[in-house]
Structures are given as C-alpha cells and as structure tokens.
C-alpha cells in the first residue's frame, strides 16, 4: 500500500494512504478542483473522478428560538385573540428557507358541550395571516385543532392537549413572528390555556404548561 506524505516544516508528516485493497473494476483517478472553496463547503465527486466544493445539503436548522407559557389564560371571545407567550420572532438568513413550527397547547372549555378553537399565525411587516387549517367546506368553520368539552359525570376536568408541527415557507427575508391563537365558540362560556374548566384549589385540579419551538432550516 502506498502513500503520499507531506512533511509540516515542524518535523510531523500528514499522509494520504491508498486504499486497503484494490480498487475493484480499474484504477481510480480523482481531479481535484481549481480553486478552494468557500467556509463550510464540502468536497464532493460526479462518479466520474471529479472533485467538487458544494454547499451542505437542506435541512440544516440555520436558527432556532421557543417560548413557554406556564400561566392560565381565559377568554370569551369568540374571535381569534394572540395566546399571550406564545409567540416567536426570527428572521430568515434566506427567502428560500423554511420553517419547522412544533406547537403543543394545554387547552380547556366550559363544560355543556362547548369548544375551543385554537389557530396558528405568522406576521410579517405587520401582517398576520394564519397558515395551517382546514379546507373551506361549506359552513365548516376552519381551524388549526379544536377541542369539545363534555357533559358528564366528570366534565370539571374538560381538558386536552393540543399539539402538532408544521413546515412553512414564508419566503420572506423579513422578520417572521409565528404564534398561536384561540377563542371560544360562544360568548356565554369560556376558553382556558393552561387549565381545566373546574379550577379548585386541589392537587387534582393543576396548572399546566404549553410551548411553541420554531426551527428556521436551510433550502
């Protein structure tokens, strides 16, 4: 087997060595390229020998940031208002990247029956529009998740945990806030985060937590 050395003026040696066995079909010939490359590029080949400085592939997360809600939060309203906490702000290093959005929201309604609509928004420049719901379908209201209370023996404890994670490309270079949103359906009965409908002072009765986590990744 042999090698080709280069001797550091120091006195140590870096050595390229041939492969341990033979190659399997005919020799091998690699063409190394012009020029260096740039920071963070690696060396790649076309099959045929030729080298190559690119780019790392897609998917590497270029930024990151996340936001956690630990206090209880109540509304009547029966229009979208922000979830106070849960929201965060990064700005793209490339209108090419996207977004991996990973949400989980502990959610609760009045009991009888009642629901709680919850929706995902993105701002930028100052205009919010949300991005992940349904389909229109006739008369169907459209969300992000919703969740029902229920009357019965034990609807105090109406709760649930709303969760998910989306992909989004906003293709923008400017500031990029996503956050979530939530109302009720009824004015008469409220909407909770971070509680169940019933909120006695009893270890069977807590307080939880819901958080957002936003990735900007590489094209």
Known sequence: MSKISLKHSG?????LNSPTSAPTSADVAFKLP??????????????SG?????????????NYDDATKSNVQTTLSTSFIDITGLSVTLTPASSASKFL????????????????????????????????????DGNRGRFTAQHWSEYGDYD??????????VIHAPNTTS??????????????????????????D??????????????ELAS
């Open 11 to 15: 006195g140590n040696v870096v050595s």
């Open 34 to 47: 012009n020029a260096d490359g740039s920071a963070g590029q690696f060396m790649k080949t076309d099959g």
């Open 50 to 62: 030729n080298l190559s400085f690119a780019a790392a592939g897609g998917g590497k997360v270029l």
């Open 101 to 136: 959005i990973m949400y989980s929201v502990f959610a609760g309604a009045s009991q009888n029956v009642y629901a709680l609509h919850l929706q995902l928004v993105k701002v930028v420049g100052g205009t919010a529009s949300d991005i992940h719901r349904g389909d229109a």
């Open 156 to 165: 105090q404890f109406n709760s649930t945990i709303m969760a998910g994670q």
């Open 175 to 200: 500031a990029v806030t996503f956050k979530m949103q939530f109302r009720s359906n009824d004015a008469n009965y409220y909407a909770y985060i971070n509680r169940m409908e019933a909120d006695n």
């Open 202 to 215: 009893s270890y069977n009765y807590g307080t939880m937590v819901s958080n957002i986590t936003v990735m």
